[in-house]
């Protein structure tokens, strides 16, 4: 698993960010997934669809706004590990040594559904 360690906050999380104008969304994912990293992938597939009505978030310019997020799945194909502004450590973690590590149980939750490999996304 493909982790990050997020400079705003020292949790550990898995690369993403916001959809830029004239993007696709997996355009979004392999774009953040290199900028965080510095890992070139490829998405092969949905996780799901994360909407908590429980998980809204207060930026820093004043905003407040309940997250959603879609999580994908995907293959490395080449690059460096490089941490950025965004990320202190950029790392692959064994399934075995993510309890080692301090994850938000948001982010626990997309990564449990991913190692569970479903049929179909979850929406939830």
Known sequence: MLLIQRTDNGLWSLPGGGQEIGESVAGAAVREAQEETGV???VTGMVGVYSDP???????DGQVRQQFSLCLRAVPLGGTLTPSDESSDARWVARDDLVTLDIH????LRITHGYEERPEPYIG
């Open 40 to 42: 070139r992938v490829e």
């Open 54 to 60: 429980a998980h809204v978030i207060a930026y820093s």
């Open 105 to 108: 149980p948001s982010t626990l």
